[in-house]
């Protein structure tokens, strides 16, 4: 699933988390700090309470209700919406306010709907039916958007995500915003937020009641970072009460959150900056951008892939369909990752050269014909030639091959390396007869 929607690279994005910005000053300040887009509440908080009281839930929208109220707004911001998770209980009116606003989402062309729960009390199991109810439904209203849901990257929000993701029955467009936080602060229980709260304690407050009625040995489990490398991280959140300063005032990451930032890059997320409209960044230090800065530089300080991980790349998460050569021809691309596994060629040739080595003493001679039946692009025939050459043997190689494509590569090498050492026959080896023993 690629929720890659801003870039093929790293992409950091700004939250103002104090202040209802619109997307046009949202996207004014973005902009000017060098962010790669926004994340902005689709209504406004004195609106969605308003709807709620009135029981004007279906009421079509007021212009001044919203904070996304454009394509143009859409083309640089992602939306934002707040969802209570008591029994039946949606913000701003329930099922219908939040379909409602989902349709507009969808209406503005939003890339992506980032879904927050917010604290109302109720029964453990009944929250995150009520959780999973409003991300499927956003996700259904929304049919061309990603919807993310936003919990903390705690115990807690591990167990609550796991459970909105098997009763929606893992929905494709439906993935994470994991929002980083002190592991104190995500085992504690904070005071209730307003609707459209957006801070760390708020999701985190809504998610741990749905812990409360796991076994306790569950409960206090404390989970290292590499059990989110296996779930659909779209969105890494940093508020920035994480952040630190350094000796000449910039913001910086502790030494545990750079090194999570360093495991979520393997998932290629995109970054958002949750962060007050004044933050705690003097001008002169760089205000707002100094977090776009660090977390770009802490991204390129990133260490390399390890040559496995290279290797998988682009086979993450996907079914792969079995390879069945003797009934299928294999397309060259197939070959090429046969052959990018250096340590296979090298048992191959050592396992051919030890055989030639004891048939050598075994027979007392030095000429022997070798058979490589599926000799694909010829990589087994090089190692053949090698392992022969290291024993000091001589070797007449026959190349059998059933793929047509593939003769046309063991054709051309046969002209321009290998020669007389090697005959190619295209043939299929369950009927082919050979001539020589």
């Not at 103002?16 to 887009?37: I, L």
Request: net charge neutral; with cysteine.
């Amino acid at each position: 699933i690629d929720f890659a929607w801003m870039t093929d690279g790293v992409s950091i994005g700004l939250e103002v988390s104090d202040t209802e910005y619109n997307g046009m000053q949202t996207e004014s300040v973005g902009r000017a700090a060098g962010f790669g887009f926004g994340c902005v509440a689709l209504m406004r908080r004195a609106a969605v309470a308003a709807r709620g009281e009135a029981g004007s839930a279906t009421r079509p929208f007021e212009r001044n209700e919203l904070l996304l109220g454009s394509s143009d707004d859409a083309r640089f911001s992602i939306a934002s919406i707040g969802v209570g998770v008591g029994v039946g209980v949606g913000v701003g009116g329930g099922p219908a306010s939040l379909g409602l606003q989902a349709a507009w989402a969808a209406h503005v062309g939003v890339r992506a709907v980032v879904v927050r729960a917010t604290p109302l009390a109720s029964p453990a199991g009944a929250a995150l039916a009520s959780l999973a109810r409003a991300v499927a439904l956003v996700a259904a209203a929304a049919p061309h958007a990603h919807v993310l849901l936003r919990v903390p990257m705690s115990d807690a929000g591990w167990h609550s995500w796991n459970a909105v993701r098997a009763l929606c029955g893992s929905h494709t467009r439906i993935g994470l915003a994991l929002e980083l936080c002190d592991s104190d602060s995500a085992s504690a229980s904070p005071s209730p937020a307003s609707p459209t709260s957006t801070s760390t304690s708020t999701s985190t407050f809504a998610v741990k009641q749905s812990v409360d009625s796991l076994p306790a040995s569950i409960q206090s489990t404390t989970q290292p970072a590499t059990r989110w490398l296996a779930e659909p991280v779209a969105l890494v959140v940093i508020p920035h009460v994480l952040f630190l300063l350094n000796k000449k005032n910039y913001p910086v990451l502790p030494k545990r959150h750079q090194h999570t930032v360093h495991q979520l890059l393997k998932l290629s997320p995109q970054f958002l900056v949750s962060c007050p409209a004044v933050p705690p960044i003097s001008k002169e230090n760089g205000g707002v951008e100094a977090y776009r800065i660090y977390i770009d530089h802490l991204c390129k300080l990133a260490p390399p892939d390890s040559k496995i991980d290279s290797f998988a790349k682009g086979y993450d998460d996907f079914l792969q369909a079995p390879l069945q050569p003797l009934m299928d021809n294999l397309e060259s691309a197939t070959y090429q990752v046969f052959e990018r596994d250096p340590v296979k060629y090298t048992q191959y040739e050592a396992a051919i050269a030890a055989a030639l080595a004891d048939r050598k003493l075994a027979v007392d001679q030095s000429f022997f014909s070798v058979c490589v039946f599926g000799a694909g692009r010829g990589p087994l025939v090089d190692c053949v030639l090698r392992a022969a050459s290291s024993v000091d043997c001589k070797v007449y190689v026959i190349a059998l091959e059933k793929n047509p494509n593939a003769i046309v590569f063991l054709n051309q090498k046969k002209c321009d390396v290998w020669g007389d050492a090697v005959d190619v026959v295209y043939a299929d080896m369950r009927y082919w007869v050979p001539t020589v023993k």
